[in-house]
Each structure stands twice: as C-alpha cells, then as structure tokens.
C-alpha cells in the first residue's frame, strides 16, 4: 500500500487579512504550508496551487498542481495528478491547518485497513445556541455533533471514482464520498490541529509549536591521536601517566576531542577543525577544555542542554579503569552538567589494529542534546 498526500491550498483565504493568502504567511519563521508539508515528511506530497503562488511554491520541494476555482476542483486536480502511480491511499489536507501530528497520520491510515475513508473530528462539547442580531434565538442538541479536520483520508480509487461523479459544491471530502456511498469513519481528531482562520490563530499557533514537545539531538564523535616521545597523556581532562604521549596540535585529548565533535554534530555545526582550524597556530598545544566549552557553548545559545553523553576510549594502554571516575568528573564540570549524565568507558581492540599495536588511540562519543 502507497499512501500520498494532497494538500489543498489554491484558496485565497479573504477573512485572514494580508497582503497574501494566509496559507503563505509566515508562522514561527516558515510558511503556514511549509509546516503542513514537514508534517507528512516521508510520504508524496501533490500541492495544489493558485497559478499565482507558483513562484512562492518552487521553493518547498514537492509536487506542484493548479488548482480549479472551488476547493472540490482543486483536490481532483490533485486525484487526476496521483491516478495511474499506484498509489492506494490518500490523505486529503487543508493548507491552512499546519499542525498536524504523527500520531494522527498514523491513526487515520489504521482506519482505513477496516474503511474507505477515514477521518478526523472533535466531538462538541460546547453548548450550541443559534443567534439573531446577537440575541440567543434558540438551543441546538449537539448530541452527534462534531467538529471536522483534515487530512481526511480515503482508499485512493473509490474518492478518484467519487470526485469524478460529483457534481461540485461539496464542502470537504467526507462529502464526496459520502455522495458515492462510501463509508466514512471518525477518527479522534485533535484540539491543536488548528484551522488558521482569523487573524488571532496564528499567536495560538506558535504557541503550540514552540511548547510542542522537545526537540532531541543526537550526535557522533570519532577521534584518533599516534602516540609520541613522552610520559603522560591527556584523556577526557585527566593528566594519565603513561610510557608515551598523544601527539597533536592542541593537547591531543582523544576522548575530549571525540565528545566536542558529538556535540558539534548534534547541532549540525560541523566539527572541531571548523571552529578551531589547526593551521591556526593560537591553538598549539591548547588545552582541549578550550573546545568543549565553546561546543557547549553553541548548545546552550541554540537553547539545548546536554541530556547525556557517553565516551568510548579505545587502547590496550595506559588502563582507562581507575581514572574513569575522575574522567566523568571532569567532563561533567566543564560541561556544568551532573556526573551521571556522562559516561566514560574504555576498551581494547584485542591487539588488532592501530590500536592494538599501542600506536595510538582511538575515541568514540554520543551526545544527546534536548531542548524543551
Ligand atoms: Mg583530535
């Protein structure tokens, strides 16, 4: 089973206000679109345009459609765009609403194992009142009453077939099918799957994205330094005793250096050589504190905090185990976070390799970063 995604937004939007159509505007940095389209990443996206937003859409990476002059129109022009792919399932959806979760997509596409269309709604828990010139002219019973989203999903031929057949002016396409015979189940909808209509949404909106859960990173750091001349080495900030020394530019702290990478590569700011460039001779023999700091740093402006991370070293000498408690320490206090947050382990390569021939050392990190 394919599914693919239309969205429907050749509308022009007339209550919202504003120079474009409210499914251009921008909300938290983005367009109100950009948001619905990141919301079915992974899945064909058909957009369905007004001729007079192509220019806005080139730029959003999907599959662009013009629109007819009613919504109905629009969405089978997308139908007609999707017929003949092999898809099986589609999710018909609103520009406007960008704020649609996983767990929806997901609870939509289950239904349609056991039904031809499925789709999202909140039941009326409020009391209904009809009004006249602003006075309560009556009470209406919202028993079975309730409020429709999208995506409203659908088995692919059948809402083709229906939309086909229809002859115009439906609302939405639970109506299409609905028209065709086709059975149409409710799936629990959600308050936050906002329809931006007023002008007022779009705060209500940002406020949901910006509390919508956190945002967690990870990353990865690998690191190498040869052994040289000396009598100690550098590992995660604890002077080693040692029948060698690392060599390196800076200090040639291994582990250090691996979990600085992790932790660069967790905010997609590429590695320690970007930020402090070896050809650079200010960092000769730096200490490597100098690195993490700056690298934890970068994470707390971006607004993350480390959640955890964990070091690998690996070597067959000097033994890692009795400074292991000293290493997480001193990590932890660089990096102001609790000891337990930070792991420090080591092993042997089993006297393979590189580091099995006690030429170097070889370190591996993870950094989870969080921001909530
Ligand atoms: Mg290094």
């Not at 607004?303 to 408690?325: F, M, S, W």
């Not at 390569?349 to 590189?354: A, Q």
Request: aromatic fraction near 4%.
């Amino acid at each position: 089973m394919t599914t693919a995604v239309i969205i429907a937004a050749a509308g022009r939007g007339s209550r919202m206000g504003g120079e474009v159509p409210k499914q251009w505007q921008p909300l938290a940095g983005k367009p109100v679109l950009a948001h619905a389209i990141a919301a079915f990443a992974g899945l064909p996206v058909v957009l369905v345009i007004h001729p007079d937003d192509r220019a806005r859409a080139e730029g959003l990476g999907v599959r662009l459609v013009l629109g007819g002059a009613a919504r109905d129109a629009s969405v089978l022009a997308g139908l007609e765009a999707l017929a003949g792919t092999g898809v099986t399932r589609v999710l018909i959806h609103d520009g406007a609403r960008p704020l649609v979760s996983r767990a929806l997509i997901g609870r939509l596409v289950e239904a349609l194992e056991t039904h031809d269309g499925a789709a999202p709604a909140l039941a009326v828990t409020d009391a209904l009142w009809r009004g006249t010139d602003g006075i309560v002219s009556g009470t209406v019973d919202r028993a079975g009453l309730y409020r429709a989203q999208t995506p409203q999903a659908f088995r692919f031929a059948p809402i083709l077939a229906a939309h086909r057949a229809h002859r115009g002016g439906a609302l939405d396409d639970v109506q299409v099918a609905r028209a065709a015979g086709l059975d149409v189940a409710i799936v629990e909808g959600e308050e936050t799957n906002l329809k931006l209509t007023w002008p007022g949404d779009f705060a209500r909106a940002e406020a949901i994205l910006r509390g919508q859960g956190m945002d967690v990173r990870l990353g990865n750091g690998y690191d190498v330094h040869a052994f040289c001349a000396g009598d100690h080495v550098w590992l995660c900030g604890v002077k080693v005793p040692h029948d060698k020394a690392l060599l390196g530019h800076s200090d040639a702290d291994v582990g250090m250096h691996a979990l600085t990478d992790a932790i660069y590569g967790a905010l997609a700011m590429g590695d320690i050589g970007r930020h402090f460039p070896p050809s650079d001779p200010q960092w000769k023999g730096a200490a490597s504190h100098i690195f993490l700091t700056h690298a934890i740093g970068l994470a707390t402006e971006a607004g993350y905090r480390l959640a955890n991370c964990d070091v690998t070293l690996v070597c067959e000498r000097p033994k890692i185990g009795p400074h292991a408690a000293d290493m997480q320490a001193e990590l932890a206090r660089i990096m102001r976070v609790e000891a337990d947050r930070v792991s420090v382990k080591a092993t042997t390569s089993e006297r393979l390799g590189f580091t099995g021939r006690e030429e170097g050392i070889a370190a591996l990190a993870t950094a989870t970063l969080v921001r909530s």
